[in-house]
């Protein structure tokens, strides 16, 4: 991020995007050092503050014009109005391929490599520009730093760029489809915007939820352990507070929860955000966030003073239909039939009465094999 040497308004590139979808904390220091450089934090010893990852390709445009190829080389150590008109300039005019170009649509500028003509329906004409990455090297980031790109030539031509392509070292081309990377980068674009819009200088991004701290990794442990301390005092200071003014008729719970809005004044300080913008301030009027697994309890009315409410005779209430049972709806219930009752066993009959219960019994079916039915005798006559 930096200011825009034109009108000095705050504009952000690619490498801020990827700083805060990694740690917000660090973007946050970021922004907070550019608009007040002296808030008295200092940054890592021997670390260099975030730029630009993008690097002029002026080789890059003399081989494409030995080629034959129609270039257009932006000036990369012109004054950036001059390179955002030219490369404007370079796409109406269809050039075929443009270099060290600058694209910028509102607070979000970035630098471009290369853009690539090809065919196709825009604002500009028969033709669209798509971003290509020309650094030679692979970084788990350049599909997302090409979306940065793709979102800006969305704007200027009115076309989304069908997709994008890595150039790698031997001339291998990765061509990357759009469609499939846009909507990871539009999702942490809106986030990262929504931060931007509630940027306060008070209100710091919890350390403890970002991946790493950038070139602030002092100040980010400086912060996770006063919290730590505090709370571990602040929580001392409530026990003895407890003790001391404990009535004999309360026990220690109870005068807990009555001491709390009165103790959590120590704990003033900076606000933190936790993920989607949930503040865990420690301020007073509440329990603070590190409370642990302390949990609010009712206080009796004979705790607090007050006469104690009739006893109500409880009724016994029919329980409530379900909502699925009203009219209109129609829901399958599975009719679990009882179990079948297995049949009793006859009883035993004393032995010598064989002859009487063969009669008796049905006679079974007994299959004969197909061989015992032939004739293989002698007599046989075919």
Same mark, same amino acid.
């Given at each position: 991020?930096?200011?825009?040497?034109?009108?000095?308004?705050?504009?952000?590139?690619?490498?801020?995007?990827?700083?805060?979808?990694?740690?917000?904390?660090?973007?946050?220091?970021?922004?907070?050092?550019?608009?007040?450089?002296?808030?008295?934090?200092?940054?890592?010893?021997?670390?260099?503050?975030?730029?630009?990852?993008?690097?002029?390709?002026?080789?890059?445009?003399?081989?494409?014009?030995?080629?034959?190829?129609?270039?257009?080389?932006?000036?990369?150590?012109?004054?950036?109005?001059?390179?955002?008109?030219?490369?404007?300039?370079?796409?109406?005019?269809?050039?075929?391929?443009?270099?060290?170009?600058?694209?910028?649509?509102?607070?979000?500028?970035?630098?471009?490599?290369?853009?690539?003509?090809?065919?196709?329906?825009?604002?500009?004409?028969?033709?669209?520009?798509?971003?290509?990455?020309?650094?030679?090297?692979?970084?788990?980031?350049?599909?997302?730093?090409?979306?940065?790109?793709?979102?800006?030539?969305?704007?200027?031509?009115?076309?989304?760029?069908?997709?994008?392509?890595?150039?790698?070292?031997?001339?291998?081309?990765?061509?990357?489809?759009?469609?499939?990377?846009?909507?990871?980068?539009?999702?942490?674009?809106?986030?990262?915007?929504?931060?931007?819009?509630?940027?306060?200088?008070?209100?710091?991004?919890?350390?403890?939820?970002?991946?790493?701290?950038?070139?602030?990794?002092?100040?980010?442990?400086?912060?996770?352990?006063?919290?730590?301390?505090?709370?571990?005092?602040?929580?001392?200071?409530?026990?003895?507070?407890?003790?001391?003014?404990?009535?004999?008729?309360?026990?220690?719970?109870?005068?807990?929860?009555?001491?709390?809005?009165?103790?959590?004044?120590?704990?003033?300080?900076?606000?933190?955000?936790?993920?989607?913008?949930?503040?865990?301030?420690?301020?007073?009027?509440?329990?603070?966030?590190? !409370? @642990?697994?302390?949990?609010? =309890?009712? $206080?009796?009315?004979?705790?607090?003073?007050? &006469?104690?409410? *009739? /006893?109500? +005779?409880?009724?016994?209430?029919?329980?409530?239909?379900?909502?699925?049972?009203? !009219? @209109?709806?129609?829901?399958? =219930?599975? $009719?679990?039939?009882?179990?079948?009752?297995? &049949?009793?066993? *006859? /009883?035993? +009959?004393?032995?010598?009465?064989?002859?009487?219960?063969?009669?008796?019994?049905?006679?079974?079916?007994?299959?004969?094999?197909?061989?015992?039915?032939?004739?293989?005798?002698?007599?046989?006559?075919?």
């Amino acid at each position: 991020m930096y200011l825009y040497s034109v009108d000095r308004t705050l504009t952000f590139t690619s490498e801020d995007m990827v700083l805060f979808k990694e740690s917000p904390f660090a973007c946050w220091m970021e922004r907070l050092t550019l608009e007040n450089p002296a808030h008295g934090v200092a940054p890592d010893a021997g670390s260099a503050p975030p730029g630009d990852s993008a690097r002029r390709q002026d080789a890059v445009a003399e081989l494409l014009a030995n080629k034959g190829r129609h270039v257009m080389l932006i000036d990369w150590d012109a004054p950036e109005a001059l390179r955002r008109s030219d490369t404007l300039a370079a796409m109406r005019s269809g050039t075929e391929f443009i270099v060290n170009g600058q694209l910028a649509v509102g607070p979000l500028a970035a630098s471009s490599q290369l853009l690539m003509r090809t065919s196709g329906y825009s604002e500009l004409g028969n033709h669209l520009y798509i971003p290509c990455d020309i650094q030679g090297k692979t970084n788990r980031h350049d599909a997302f730093r090409l979306c940065f790109l793709a979102d800006l030539l969305h704007s200027v031509q009115g076309v989304l760029p069908p997709q994008m392509v890595m150039f790698r070292r031997g001339g291998q081309a990765l061509h990357l489809k759009t469609e499939d990377h846009i909507f990871h980068y539009r999702a942490v674009k809106q986030h990262f915007m929504a931060a931007q819009r509630e940027f306060r200088k008070h209100r710091m991004p919890d350390p403890a939820l970002s991946v790493h701290f950038g070139r602030w990794s002092a100040c980010a442990n400086d912060v996770l352990r006063q919290r730590a301390l505090q709370g571990d005092a602040h929580w001392q200071t409530q026990e003895r507070h407890e003790l001391a003014l404990t009535p004999p008729e309360c026990d220690v719970p109870l005068a807990r929860e009555r001491m709390v809005e009165t103790t959590d004044a120590a704990l003033q300080g900076l606000e933190f955000i936790g993920s989607g913008g949930a503040s865990m301030a420690f301020a007073s009027g509440g329990r603070a966030a590190r !409370a @642990g697994d302390r949990r609010r =309890r009712p $206080v009796p009315p004979a705790a607090l003073g007050e &006469a104690l409410a *009739p /006893p109500v +005779e409880t009724q016994q209430v029919e329980p409530l239909s379900h909502p699925l049972d009203a !009219a @209109g709806f129609s829901v399958a =219930r599975r $009719v679990e039939t009882p179990p079948r009752r297995r &049949a009793p066993l *006859p /009883p035993a +009959e004393p032995p010598g009465n064989d002859v009487d219960r063969e009669q008796a019994a049905p006679r079974r079916f007994t299959p004969v094999p197909f061989s015992a039915s032939l004739n293989t005798s002698d007599s046989f006559e075919g």
